[in-house]
């Protein structure tokens, strides 16, 4: 049984940095797979904010975060982050990763992520 979980969410100022964690386990990072980060503000539907994709080592991003966050890997910790950079107001929100194998096409869905964590809060503010 593969199970997540995010950590490293907190206050930020405008412009600031943050990195969160998402630890993996029953699932090792060299093998098919991907994960997933996604996002949900107040009054909002979850969004994706991107992936990696381990079999290929690709990472993908959506568009409003592209040049700011960045996702790796941690093999020796089996573990994904977000590096989040030049944060705006509008990057807060509860964050979420999540396991799957999706195609490079499907990155974006949440129907193809299998299990998920449960979120850490990420407040940008000044």
């Known amino acids: 049984q593969v199970q997540v979980g995010e950590s490293g969410g907190g206050l930020v100022q405008p412009g600031g940095s943050l990195r969160l964690s998402c630890a993996v386990s029953g699932f090792s990072l060299d093998d098919d ?14 969004e994706v904010v991107g992936c990696i994709s381990f079999a290929d080592v690709m990472t993908y991003y959506t568009d409003t975060v592209k040049g700011r966050f960045t996702i790796f890997k941690d093999k020796t910790e089996n573990t994904v982050h977000l590096e989040m950079t030049n944060l705006k107001d509008e990057d807060t929100a509860v964050y979420y990763c999540a396991f ?21 809060q990420v407040t940008v503010s000044s």
């Not at 797979?33 to 979850?46: C, D, K, M, S, V």
């Not at 990155?107 to 850490?120: D, I, L, P």
Request: zero cysteines.
């Open 33 to 46: 797979g991907a994960i997933g980060w996604f996002r949900q503000a107040p009054g909002l539907e979850r």
């Open 100 to 120: 799957g194998d999706p195609p490079p096409s499907a990155w974006r869905y949440e129907a193809e992520y299998t299990f998920w964590g449960q979120g850490t």
